[in-house]
Structure formats: structure tokens, C-alpha cells
């Protein structure tokens, strides 16, 4: 098999998958909006999502129940295998099941349904065959049609397990908007790693102040301006005016595209005055002449996650610092946010 073969051959995988997510999509309906109805219900009375699968289908449950959790769906994973041998005692009489098979005739889970009905679950079927047993036994069939697998013999899961776990993903996020659940309670779930940092984080906690940030005055010169940033161990200077609020930020971007403008000028780059007595680039040169001013600034009751939107956008390594009232309370440094582990 040669290389281009290979390629056409993993191609094919990803259309066939592609496709089976579109047939999925083009099929949500009435059983879609009755599974989140029987979701809400649950949590409503003090319930959980219960997910169980089996072989492949329980590593689709175990990602489905963790993005639930995740999320503020209170759920658990049941192998339907230790759940005939005592796990039965994890469920609730307010509980709903989410079983996952694709064929609808798996027997391990169809075993399941039974049991689970004597503790007085609701049970959700995710089939791909709406006729199967499983689907005959469940309050709601939520069909997964994605057509055939990726594999050449038609056995191995894959195009199935991709459309179910999206399907999972579909029910979680509509569950997100339908509970209302907000960016502070998910920080509550998720204290640890970057993204729970960058969810509790204030943009107050991460920036630089005091002898960190440089600050200037608009009359400041240039060499005055690098010293200070020096001083900081930064990049950026933040030029401040006499009221406290912002002018504009001088960066070491700044100083050196004006040291190159200066040379395709051809003048000397630390001339303070040019002939005709134009005032140029230069170390005397006050820096309210060559900062950026009006610059882009964000609050101090940002959060980090909105702070690395706005790097991220607007591809800027430095970021001053407001309060309410427009006054630089400080500056944040791009390279600082690796240790704050929060990039």
C-alpha cells in the first residue's frame, strides 16, 4: 500500500464519519427535546443521568457521563456487566438511564433494562437500529443513523461511536443553556489545569504592578522610557497621564520599527531635532511623540479566560491594566501567563 493510498484511505474514514455526523444532525427531533425533558426531570427531583455501554460503547458512556458531570448534569457510568452484580445500588428511584448500543442488541445492556426498570429508571435508547430490543424496551429512542461503519468489514466501531459521543456532546451543551449553568459554576467543577485557572482567575491576580510595571509620564523621553522598562524587566512601558488615566504603551516593537523608519529616513536614529526643526525619533524624543497611544486595554475584573481571548485575537504580547473609571492600575505581560499556568 503506498503512501498516497494510505492518505486516500484515512480520507475516506473521515468522510464516512463526516457524513454519519450530518445524518445525525438532520435527524434531531421530537426524541432529542423528550431526552432532555426526562434529563431535566432527573435533576429536577434529585436524580442523575445514568450512561452504560459496553466494550466500546462504555468508553463512549465514560466520556458522555464526564462532560455531563462537567457540566452540572450530576452522573455516573454503570458497566451493565457489575451492575447485575451490585452496582445496581449506585441508581435511584429518579434516575434516567442512557443506554449506548448501536446494534440495539447488545446483551450485556439489554439484560440491563429490565433491572434497572424494578429501581424505577426511565431508560433512553442510543441505537442505530430503531426496531432493535433495546429500543423496544426504552421510554424514548434516540435514533444515532449514521450508516455504515468505517471499517471494511463493518465491525470495528467507528463511524457509530463518533456520532454517539457527539450526540452525547449535543445533549450536554443544550443541557449548559436549558440549566442555565454559567461560567463560575463550571470553574467550580473544574479547580485544577489550565482551564480552571483560567476561569477563576481575575485579570487582577495575573498582572504586573508596582516596580514590575513600567509606568511613565507623556513628557518622558525615550531613554527615560527604556530605562524604566528595564528596570521592570518588561517589555512595554504604560504612559500614564497626570490624572492617573491611559495615554498610550511603548513597547520594544515600537522602539525598534521606529529605529528602522529612522534609518530608511536616512537620518541618524538618536538625532533629537531633524534639520527643518521637526522633532525626531530619537533617545531625547518625548515618548507621548512615538507611543501608541489610545491603546487597547482590558479591565481589572476580567477574567483570564477573557484576557487570553484578547491575546489570542489580537496578537499583542502586552496588555495594560484599567479600573472603571479608566485609571492603569497595571500591565499584563504575555510571558507571565505560562507561569500563572494559565496559558
Do not use: W
Not at 446494534?103 to 429490565?114: F, K, M
Not at 491576580?205 to 530605562?227: F, H, N, Q, S, Y
Amino acid at each position: 500500500m503506498t503512501a498516497n493510498d494510505q492518505i486516500t484511505r484515512a480520507k475516506e474514514v473521515f468522510d464516512i464519519e463526516i457524513e454519519g455526523l450530518r445524518r445525525v444532525r438532520d435527524s434531531l427531533g421530537e426524541s432529542f427535546t423528550r431526552t432532555i425533558a426526562l434529563m431535566q426531570d432527573a435533576l429536577a427531583h434529585g436524580g442523575k443521568v445514568v450512561v452504560s455501554g459496553v466494550g466500546k460503547n462504555l468508553h463512549v458512556a465514560e466520556k458522555m457521563s464526564a462532560i455531563f458531570a462537567s457540566t452540572g448534569v450530576n452522573s455516573i457510568v454503570l458497566n451493565p456487566v457489575q451492575a447485575m452484580h451490585g452496582d445496581l445500588g449506585m441508581t435511584g428511584t429518579n434516575d434516567v438511564l442512557l443506554a449506548l448500543s448501536f446494534s440495539g442488541e447488545s446483551e450485556e445492556v439489554v439484560r440491563l433494562i429490565p433491572a434497572v426498570r424494578r429501581h424505577g429508571l426511565k431508560v433512553v435508547a442510543l441505537v442505530g437500529n430503531p426496531a432493535s430490543t433495546l429500543a423496544k424496551l426504552a421510554d424514548v429512542v434516540l435514533e444515532i443513523p449514521c450508516g455504515k461503519e468505517a471499517c471494511p468489514f463493518g465491525m470495528a466501531p467507528t463511524n457509530s461511536t463518533t456520532a454517539t459521543m457527539a450526540m452525547g456532546d449535543a445533549l450536554a451543551m443544550v443541557m449548559i443553556d436549558v440549566q442555565a449553568f454559567d461560567r463560575e459554576r463550571y470553574a467550580l467543577n473544574h479547580p485544577a489545569g489550565a482551564i480552571g485557572r483560567a476561569l477563576v482567575l481575575k485579570v487582577s491576580d495575573i498582572m504586573r504592578t508596582g516596580e514590575r510595571c513600567a509606568k511613565v509620564a507623556p513628557e518622558t523621553t525615550v531613554l527615560d522610557t527604556l530605562l524604566a522598562m528595564t528596570k521592570a524587566q518588561g517589555g512595554s512601558a504604560v504612559v500614564v497621564n497626570p490624572d492617573g488615566t491611559l495615554a498610550g504603551i511603548f513597547t520594544d516593537g515600537d522602539f525598534r520599527r521606529r529605529i528602522a523608519e529612522a534609518a530608511r529616513a536616512g537620518r541618524a536614529p538618536y538625532q533629537a531635532e531633524s534639520p527643518d526643526g521637526q522633532t525626531a525619533f530619537g533617545l531625547s524624543t518625548p515618548v507621548s511623540a512615538v507611543m501608541t497611544a489610545k491603546p487597547l486595554f482590558i479591565r481589572d475584573d476580567a477574567y483570564a479566560a477573557d484576557l487570553l481571548k484578547v491575546f489570542e485575537r489580537r496578537r499583542i504580547d502586552d496588555l495594560p491594566v484599567c479600573d472603571a473609571a479608566g485609571r492603569v492600575l497595571g500591565l499584563v505581560d504575555i510571558q507571565d501567563l505560562p507561569k500563572m499556568k494559565v496559558l
